[in-house]
């Protein structure tokens, strides 16, 4: 789908290789500006982030790849000492986002939901090469790698890190003590955050949640479908959430 979305704007951009599931190398005759122009004020829904190629480094999956990314880094286009750094799931590098970070950069990654400006370094990191490039963040559609704004709050699998973003990016504030109903909450990473800020929280899945929130006195479980219990539900909740 993102692919498609690529090619009503760039019919010319040819796919050099499929680098993991989500992440395609594309190579196409326009400059990186130009390539990205189309979606500067409509934002397309499936490509989620783009960067240009300035160079690739070949990688060993050793302490001794992290001098090279750096070195290759001052080589390239100047950028405006951040850099960011994405790791495909399946490469299982000895060394993580911050360790690269650090050793480009020499300070450790910031944790901000204010969108990074200015010219960036993006580093995608495969199994055996790290594909580095330079551009300004508002030309990469998300400012952000990979689309995903950056939170140290631990989640307890991805799908929190979307109801971490939704409370960024619309500004939601909760309330402790509040009534929320969790709609399709198993396994319970939406479940957790809210009690995390102190909400009651009812859930309602056909599968078990976490352990713990099996154990929580503030965490009332339905193992139910949603339609299920909306047919018979009679309480009126502050918040409603729902991933299904």
């Not at 990186?32 to 500067?40: A, G, K, S, Y």
């Not at 409509?42 to 001794?64: C, S």
């Not at 000492?81 to 300070?107: F, N, T, W």
């Not at 939406?190 to 995390?196: E, N, Q, V």
Request: charged share 20%; net charge negative.
């Amino acid at each position: 789908m993102a692919l498609n979305e690529m090619r009503r704007s760039q019919p010319d951009a040819v796919v050099l290789q499929h680098l993991a599931p989500g992440y395609i190398l594309l190579e196409t005759p326009h400059s990186f500006d130009q390539l990205t122009c189309p979606w500067q004020h409509r934002l397309p829904i499936y490509l989620h982030h783009l960067f240009p190629v300035h160079a690739t480094v070949p990688l060993t999956a050793a302490a001794a790849d992290l001098p090279r990314l750096k070195q290759v880094a001052e080589q390239i286009d100047p950028f405006d000492g951040l850099a960011q750094v994405r790791i495909i799931p399946e490469a299982e590098m000895p060394y993580s986002l911050a360790d690269i970070q650090q050793a480009i950069s020499g300070k450790p990654p910031i944790y901000s939901t204010e969108p990074p400006t200015g010219r960036l370094l993006s580093i995608l990191v495969t199994r055996t090469e790290a594909y580095l490039g330079v551009s300004q963040a508002a030309h990469n559609l998300s400012p952000w790698a990979g689309a995903q704004m950056p939170f140290a709050e631990p989640v307890s699998n991805r799908a929190g890190y979307k109801l971490l973003e939704a409370l960024a990016t619309f500004s939601i504030r909760l309330r402790r003590g509040d009534q929320a109903l969790d709609l399709g909450a198993a396994p319970g990473a939406w479940t957790t955050l809210l009690r995390r800020r102190g909400l009651r929280v009812t859930a309602v899945a056909p599968t078990a949640l976490y352990s713990w929130l099996m154990l929580d006195p503030d965490v009332t479980y339905h193992p139910l479908r949603a339609e299920e219990f909306l047919a018979r539900c009679q309480t009126t909740f502050d918040l409603i959430v729902n991933d299904m």
